[in-house]
């Protein structure tokens, strides 16, 4: 009997599970991820790259999907490059630490638009959101940490594989056409990280939900890829990371057994997951701070990010954009502290221009700690002008694994977002279709309270 290959494997898992219910906790955890992503997207709307993004979408055919908020009507494909920026450009989304990666915002704007046209029950939705992710982050499990360290955007290599999946999943390919998508999905992987702090980052995000859409709609027409897309001579483990092959057999196996998608992190705060530690301990001091003077603030922090932010701090200078500000972790917790709390305000222009926020920023030193195994945690020690100090410490921050964040907690959250956006009644009536779409018959109901 010929051997499976990595996709046929993945196809196999997929479409195995497909045909039976998922177990109630990754049925939740799928709905917290989909309430996640629209507190992450509901304050992005006025951001100048959806503008610009939204400015180039196309009038429907053959079927209508929406850009989420905006309302608008428009192809499948421009709805997932819209939709996917959204969740992306104020980077207030989730985090899967372990390979660096925002997994839910590449593959959720395929579901939703593959749902829309196809009219897909809300079960269907949740299980293929669920099911595409877990396609996902195995293949991104064995691309990383080298992808990353490469230089890759890992949603972006690894997003549309598992948008392809959720789709094939959705349309009920057969196995071979299932294939053959994750295969086209692999072989046209891209996103370089260089894009940090730019336009771009968002619309990789959004690119490859599209790709991984537009390799479903290739398959179901009959392109073939090669079955080795992953593993094969010249394929995506060997052209895209430097990790060893032996890795995949235990990937695979777990899959199933693991659930990748309840090692989420939700953020409570919008900036890099790496700064959420630091803003914490800031915060944390400040009330106890009594009014004294900062002298020097010291933050002890994992190695990788000590590194990030230094090549950051090289690459940007000063803050000179909301996104230069918002990859900033010495800003962001200077902000933090100025400011007493930290918001989208903290990321406009009166803020990373402000010079007293840009002084106390220039006092802060990144040191690295090799007890630090994950960026859950850092500590802080600030000393004052008087001689006096103050210290933090966190191990796992609010919304990290080792600090769950209640669906109570995400729904207040999601209420603080959307204030201002949305009515009181229309957020109430969001979370109720959100916390129920696996009992709906339709995303009729959920999308017309999406597109007001």
């Known amino acids: 009997m010929t051997e499976l290959s990595v996709s046929e494997r993945l196809v196999k898992f997929a479409q195995d599970w497909a045909k039976r219910d998922l177990p109630d906790d990754v ?45 608008t009507e428009t192809t499948a494909a421009d709805a997932c490059v819209v939709n ?49 992710m877990e396609v996902e982050l195995a293949v991104a499990t064995i691309l990383m940490p080298s ?51 730019s336009m771009t980052l968002s619309y990789i995000t959004g690119a490859t939900a599209k790709s991984g859409l537009t390799a479903f709609q290739l398959a179901a027409r009959g392109f073939d890829a090669p079955a080795t897309a992953f593993e094969g001579d010249k394929g995506m483990l060997v052209t895209h990371s430097d990790e060893d092959p032996e890795k995949i057999e235990d990937v695979i196996e777990s899959l199933g057994k693991t659930w990748r998608i309840h090692g989420q992190t ?6 890099e997951t790496i700064t959420h530690g630091p803003v914490e301990c800031v915060l944390d001091v400040l009330d106890r701070a009594n009014g004294r003077a900062v002298k020097r603030m010291t933050f002890k922090v994992q190695e990788i990010v000590k590194d990030i932010c230094d090549e950051r701090m090289e690459r940007f200078g000063d803050p000179s954009s909301e996104l230069t500000a918002r990859f900033d972790l010495c800003f962001c917790a200077a902000a933090a502290w100025v400011r007493g709390k930290f918001t989208l305000d903290e990321m406009k222009e009166p803020a990373y221009t402000s010079q007293t926020i840009l002084d106390l920023r220039a006092k802060m030193e990144l040191v690295a700690d090799p007890n630090r195994e994950t960026f859950e945690g850092c500590s802080l020690e600030v000393e004052f002008t008087d001689g006096s100090t103050e210290t933090s410490n966190v191990d796992a921050f609010l919304g990290s694994p080792g600090n769950r964040m209640s669906d109570t907690q995400l ?34 109901r959920l999308i017309s309270l999406l597109t007001l």
């Open 84 to 132: 996917g920026a959204l969740f992306e450009v104020l980077d207030y989304h989730d985090t899967y630490i372990p390979c660096y990666m925002h997994a839910t915002s590449a593959v959720l704007p395929a579901v939703l638009a593959q749902a829309e046209i196809g009219n897909h029950s809300g079960r269907d939705v949740i299980q293929a959101l669920a099911l595409g």
């Open 147 to 197: 992808a990353y360290y490469r230089g890759y955007v890992p949603a972006g290599l690894t997003g549309g594989v598992g948008a392809a999946a959720a789709c094939a999943l959705l349309a009920n390919l057969d196995a071979e056409q299932m294939r053959n998508a994750l295969g086209i999905a692999m072989c046209t992987a891209f996103g370089t990280y260089v894009s940090v702090g």
């Open 411 to 444: 729904s207040d959250l999601f209420k603080v977002s959307a204030a201002g956006h949305l009515a009181d009644i229309e957020i109430d009536d969001i979370l109720d279709a959100t916390w129920n779409l696996d009992q709906a018959s339709d995303i009729t």
């Open 27 to 71: 049925t939740n955890e799928a709905k917290r991820l989909l309430l996640n992503q629209l507190k992450a997207s509901v304050g992005a709307t006025d951001h100048e790259a959806i503008r610009i993004l939204h400015d180039t979408v196309a009038p429907p055919h053959n079927g209508t999907a929406h850009a989420i908020w905006l309302g």
């Open 266 to 271: 939700y953020k409570t705060v919008p900036t």
